[in-house]
């Protein structure tokens, strides 16, 4: 079971973060397709990576916020 928490983006912050824990019984294999399809497919780039002891891993993602101002007068 993969876990993940999010981060919520402080009003100055460009980027927004997301952490996720792996355990150690997760393959090498699975592990890379897992962050290929967040990296293409939610826009998420690795940040920083840590092997835990008893060999879990945790991984930290990250993403520019997009903010849109509106254009309309509405």
């Known amino acids: 079971m993969v876990t993940s928490t999010r981060g919520r ?3 100055s912050s460009r980027l927004e ?9 997760v393959p ?16 998420w780039e690795l940040a920083r990576s840590q ?4 060999g879990a891993r945790r991984v930290w993602l ?3 916020v ?3 101002q509106r ?3 509405a």
Request: net charge positive; glycine share 4%; hydrophobic share 30%.
């Open 51 to 54: 092997i835990l002891y008893g």
């Open 66 to 68: 997009m903010r849109v």
């Open 17 to 25: 973060w997301r952490v996720i824990e792996i355990p150690r019984d």
């Open 71 to 73: 254009t309309d007068a």
């Open 28 to 43: 090498r294999a699975d592990t890379r397709s897992l962050l290929t399809e967040q990296a293409e497919y939610g826009r």
């Open 62 to 64: 990250r993403r520019r």
């Open 9 to 11: 983006p402080s009003s």
